[in-house]
Each structure stands twice: as structure tokens, then as C-alpha cells.
């Protein structure tokens, strides 16, 4: 039976994937805040954006319950905050580690079905640019249909290629179905080589994997178990023992990390399209602008159409090119100079600057795994760190000093501490500091400063309706992150 609600409406959970790396997008994206979170396409985060485009969704008269989103343990704040900033709500479930989607989606479904009967769940990827939401959900809501009144167990939204792209998985589709205007899958194809992804756009029946899912919860769980027991019952087994951590769900994180890792094409669709199979798949072709966004060269390709300055060139930030063509560049904080060069990539953030060739954009990742081999911290961490209060960033560093410019949110405090090995100078540049330094507690302004010395219990907090900035500069043996006790939270941080 689908999930209905009280007035007879069958209950729609989208399901947001939030757990990507990023690390092609390497220096922007990083293990600390991956593409996901990142405005790459627009005003919004691409996070944003997929959790605003389930409004164009309702409109076409479906009931659409509050997302579902799975993401990793250490994003959780990165979550809560990008949530709030456009004023929308979630179910957040954690994973301790990462597990690719397969147990991502079996942990909503099981979600799902403690709160509905048999919901639809939309599987979304966070990290997806679409370039018209509108066309996008009317063809998300034909998949929908065509799920809901069981003609297809399982539907997904294909893309029709235009160009031989071997970071895309491909459909093979058979015959369409004309009462519902579906294509019939054939199978599933991971992605191809070069030779074989240019045979394949030159065949009309081959469409790009948008990764977007639609299917029964139950359907899915059932699927699972039938074809990866092992991801079923540890997800299973994980779920039952959770941790309720408002507004997080914890599965058991010891039994969760024992779960083999699956991607939901491997797990479920390709045996549901094997020849043996009698399930019954469809793919809607999505006819608007789509990009994964997994390459600096598919953001420089999304973005041409509205940033193109002259000679095909994509510039973000503060640039200047001289018989340049073809070059993608994203500044952050400099001004960036090109003169006879073609077909580059250049981004430059404030501790590292990517050069390469458009055609080495699938390899950016060999320099992330270079760096983490030489255990750089810039592999995963930018100098802007964020925190559930807000975030700092380091500004300066030498032997026994480091200065940081912090950042407070309206109504935050950072945790009760104290540290064995530095003391810390803060000066207010903008907004109102309350500071707790021992057993006085005192109101600071901007251009006003205070002292903390080593060893003394103390916490920074934002009385004020507009972000608080301080200068920090920490003196003293040993000045790293882990030179914290924290005595009292209001984030659950140890």
C-alpha cells in the first residue's frame, strides 16, 4: 500500500545524499567542506539549491513531507547551518563513515517507514546543478506517477549527452513506453573509456546517470535484502540500536562501520536489470541544463553560458587576460594575470593555487592524493575553518604565535575551555563580545581588547543581532586545535 496522508495524497520523502568529497574540485572543495556546500552555480550552495528546488516540486499539487537527509558525521553543523540560512527543516541522520549511497538510502527508507506507509522517496544527489527547477520537477513528477501506480518499481531521469564524458555513468534504454513517455532500461554502464563513452553518444539510446532515484521504500528495502543482504542487515542492525540526538539521528556507529560499502547502481539497479530479472525500470529524460559539476571543466562548461567573457573565457574574482582563450579561472582574494594561454584551469584560494590543463580535470584528485600522502593539511582542511558557532580563520603563524580572525554568529558562544600550553590576546573588530575569562565576565566593543592567560577557564560568547569579529593571537609552546579542554558545550563537542 503507498504512504497516503490524512487527505488521501500519497507522501513523497525526498532524500538528499549528502556525503561526496568533492576532491576533483580540489583546492575549493576539501574533505572539511566539500562541493556540496560550495556556490558554484548560483546564490545558494548546490546543498541549497537541491533542498529549495523541492518547491517548484509541491507546486505541481504533490505532498512533499520534510526532507531526509543522510550526511557525514563531521558535516553535521555545515548541515544546520546552510539549512538555516534559508530558513528550512530536515531529518539529518549521520553516518559515523562513509559508506557510498546503497546504505545511505536503506537508512531513510527505514526512516521513512517508521513515520509513513510505504512512502515514494526521491534519491538526490546534493551536489547537482539543474538549470531550470521548473522543467526539472515536472519531469521528477512524471518518474513520480509512474512509480506511484506501480507501472515501474524503480524510475530515474536520464541526460542526453553532448560529448564523450568519462565521469558519467550511462543508461542503455530499450523501447518507450507510450502511454507514460518512459524509456525501457536496458542496463546500467559504469563509467566508460574514452573510445567506448564517444560509441556510445553516437547511438541514440545511451543517456548520462543523473543519479536521481525514485522508488517505494519498501520496494527498496525488500530489493536490498534480495540482492545485498550484507548492506541490508548491517544497515539494519545499525539502525535499530541508533542514538536519538536531537535534531541528529546516530546509527550504531561500531555496526555501521562494518558495513561493506555500495553504491545504489551496483547494490540494486543493475541486478534489477539483468536479464533475469522481472522488475521493470524506467528512465524520463530530463530535458533541462544538468551538470554533476564533478570537474573544474564541467564548472567552467556550466558556467559559460552566463559568466563567458570573451574568447570562451570563465572569470570569477579579480582577472585579467590578455590573448588568452578558453581558460577558467576563480580568484578569491588577488588579482590573478593570464597572457598567451589556452585551455587552462587556475584557482587560486588564500593557501593554494591549482594550475592545469582542461584535460587533466579528471585528474585533480592525484594531487589530493599527493598531498595526503605527504600528510599536508591543505588536502582536506582550508584556512577558513568552520565550527557550529561560526568558524576562524588563521591569518599568520611563526614558532611560540599565531593569529586568527574569528567569527561569532548572533546568539553563539564558543565552549567553556582552558588550555595547558598558550595564552590569548582578543581584540573586538565588529560587533559586541561577551568574554567569561576566570570569574569575571565583562562586554567589549569594537577597537576594545582583553587578555587571556594560560590555564584560565574562559569562553567567548555573541550577545548581539549581527556577527561578532575578533583578532586572536595565541602565544605560547604548543598552539594546535587539540590544546582544548572543553568544560561545558552547547554542541555536544567533548
Not at 562501520?257 to 536479464?275: H, Q, R
Request: proline content about 4%; aromatic content about 8%; overall charge negative.
Amino acid at each position: 500500500m503507498t504512504a497516503i496522508n490524512n487527505q488521501g495524497t500519497t507522501v513523497i520523502v525526498p532524500v538528499i545524499l549528502c556525503g561526496g568529497s568533492g576532491t576533483r574540485l580540489w583546492p575549493l572543495s576539501r574533505e572539511s567542506y566539500p562541493k556540496q556546500f560550495l556556490k558554484l552555480a548560483g546564490e545558494h550552495s548546490l546543498f541549497q539549491q537541491t533542498i529549495i528546488r523541492l518547491a517548484s516540486l509541491a507546486q505541481n499539487k504533490l505532498k512533499v513531507e520534510k526532507p531526509i537527509i543522510v550526511t557525514n558525521e563531521a558535516h553535521r553543523f555545515l548541515v544546520l547551518d546552510q539549512l538555516h540560512q534559508i530558513d528550512q527543516s530536515a531529518t539529518i541522520i549521520l553516518e559515523p563513515v562513509a559508506k557510498n549511497t546503497a546504505p545511505s538510502l536503506t537508512l531513510a527508507a527505514l526512516q521513512a517507514n517508521e513515520l509513513y506507509d510505504n512512502a515514494v522517496l526521491i534519491a538526490l544527489p546534493a551536489d547537482h546543478a539543474i538549470s531550470n527547477d521548473n522543467d526539472f520537477c515536472t519531469t521528477l513528477t512524471a518518474a513520480i506517477s509512474a512509480v506511484i501506480t506501480a507501472d515501474i518499481v524503480i524510475a530515474t531521469l536520464g541526460v542526453t549527452p553532448t560529448y564523450a564524458e568519462t565521469g558519467y555513468g550511462y543508461i542503455e534504454c530499450q523501447t518507450v513506453d507510450t502511454k507514460l513517455n518512459y524509456h525501457k532500461v536496458a542496463r546500467f554502464v559504469e563509467k566508460p573509456n574514452l573510445q567506448r563513452a564517444q560509441a556510445y553518444i553516437e547511438q541514440s539510446n545511451f543517456y548520462w546517470n543523473s543519479g536521481v532515484f525514485i522508488v517505494k521504500s519498501q520496494f527498496w528495502l525488500a530489493a536490498i535484502e534480495k540482492f545485498d543482504n550484507a548492506v541490508f542487515h548491517g544497515v539494519s542492525s545499525a539502525w535499530h540500536t541508533k542514538k536519538l540526538d536531537t535534531p541528529f539521528i546516530r546509527p550504531n556507529a561500531d555496526l555501521f562501520k562494518a558495513i561493506p560499502s555500495n553504491s545504489i547502481d551496483y547494490a540494486v539497479i543493475e541486478p534489477c536489470t539483468s536479464t533475469d530479472s522481472n522488475y521493470q525500470l524506467g528512465m524520463f529524460e530530463l530535458s533541462t541544463g544538468w551538470s554533476d559539476l564533478g570537474t573544474w571543466q564541467a564548472v567552467s562548461d556550466y558556467q559559460k553560458a552566463d559568466k563567458a567573457e570573451t574568447n570562451d573565457n570563465v572569470w570569477l574574482g579579480d582577472v585579467i587576460g590578455i590573448d588568452t582563450t578558453n581558460c577558467y579561472v576563480h580568484a578569491e582574494q588577488r588579482l590573478v594575470s593570464l597572457l598567451g594561454v589556452d585551455d587552462l584551469i587556475i584557482v587560486d584560494t588564500d593557501d593554494a593555487l591549482l594550475i592545469a590543463h582542461k584535460s587533466h580535470s579528471q585528474d585533480v584528485k592525484k594531487i589530493v592524493n599527493k598531498l595526503n600522502e605527504d600528510k599536508r593539511v591543505e588536502a582536506n582542511t582550508h584556512r577558513r575553518v568552520y565550527r557550529p558557532w561560526g568558524w576562524y580563520q588563521s591569518i599568520d603563524e611563526c614558532e611560540r604565535f599565531k593569529v586568527k580572525r574569528i567569527c561569532v554568529q548572533p546568539k553563539a558562544s564558543l565552549s567553556l575551555q582552558k588550555h595547558h600550553h598558550r595564552a590569548e590576546h582578543w581584540v573586538v573588530v565588529k560587533g559586541t563580545a561577551e568574554v567569561t575569562c576566570g570569574s569575571e565576565t565583562l562586554l567589549l566593543s569594537e577597537n576594545q581588547s582583553t587578555y587571556i592567560p594560560l590555564g584560565v577557564t574562559h569562553r567567548l560568547s555573541n550577545p548581539g543581532n549581527i556577527p561578532l569579529e575578533i583578532i586572536e593571537v595565541q602565544s605560547g609552546s604548543y598552539l594546535e586545535e587539540d590544546d582544548i579542554v572543553r568544560l561545558q558545550d552547547d554542541y555536544g563537542r567533548g
